[in-house]
């Protein structure tokens, strides 16, 4: 069975703060996604992960992935409020043509 | 306008009853998902179409029935409603075809459906 962990599932934290977002999985693969959701609404694409080592960024985002760990990370810079919202990463297998999904970050920024 | 397209909106329905849940997309993308997302779980793929007339079992596929006619429509019946079937659902698309890919899903803005 394909496992997509993501941790912490809640994550509260202070203005100015960094932190990082974990997401492991169990299958062998080349493409990852991290997506955003705000309550209420859709989820939007942030990142396209595709190659080991693969590094993006945008504002006070960045996505990285490790394929032979395996494991893609979200790092969080100098947190603003804005950045509160629930943040997924999903998988597609290498030989697959699922987007398998995280259960999902959810962020509150404190003033 | 363009884009994936989702409807009703929200819907309230009864025990045992049939529903269908409409999704149209207008970039031709040849992928389409069904999911639904429940606290705790994540999204759950529920169905996934890979052209028209070709669909596929996901996750969570049992008390569902998909099809797909035409490459920009991909409707979701739930054939006898259960409580469990409460849930916000999201439709899905993507070109993913040749690899590799760098195109994500694109998703509808959801259909909540409680079920009374």
């Known amino acids: 069975e394909l496992k997509v962990e993501q941790n912490p599932l809640f994550l509260s934290m202070q203005e100015g703060k960094n932190y990082t977002i974990y997401c492991n999985y169990s299958?062998?693969?080349?493409?990852l996604y991290w997506y955003r959701q705000d309550p209420g609404k859709s989820l939007e694409s942030l990142f396209v992960?595709?190659?080991?080592?693969a590094v993006k960024q945008e504002g006070r985002l960045m996505a990285s992935l490790d394929t032979k760990a395996r494991l893609s990370t979200l790092h969080i810079t100098a947190a603003v409020h804005d950045l509160s919202a629930t943040y997924f990463c999903a998988v597609v297998p290498l030989f697959g043509n699922q987007f398998y999904f995280g259960t999902g970050t959810s962020l509150t920024v404190i003033p | 306008d363009a884009g994936i397209t989702q409807s009703p909106r929200y819907k309230i329905t009864e025990t045992g009853r049939q529903v269908t849940l409409m999704c149209h997309q207008t970039?031709?993308?040849?992928?389409m998902f069904w999911y639904r997302q429940d606290l705790g779980h994540g999204l759950r793929l529920i169905y996934y179409?890979?052209?028209?007339?070709?669909?596929d079992k996901g996750e969570v596929p049992d008390g569902y029935v998909v099809s797909r006619s035409k490459t920009e429509n991909f409707p979701l019946t739930l054939e006898s409603a259960t409580r469990s079937q409460t849930s916000v659902y999201f439709c899905a698309s993507s070109p993913l075809t040749v690899r590799p890919s760098n195109t994500e899903a694109f998703f509808g803005q959801g259909t909540r459906l409680t079920v009374v």
């Open positions: 179409s890979a052209a028209a007339d070709i669909t």
């Open positions: 992960l595709l190659s080991n080592g």
């Open positions: 970039w031709s993308h040849s992928y």
């Open positions: 299958t062998t693969s080349d493409r």
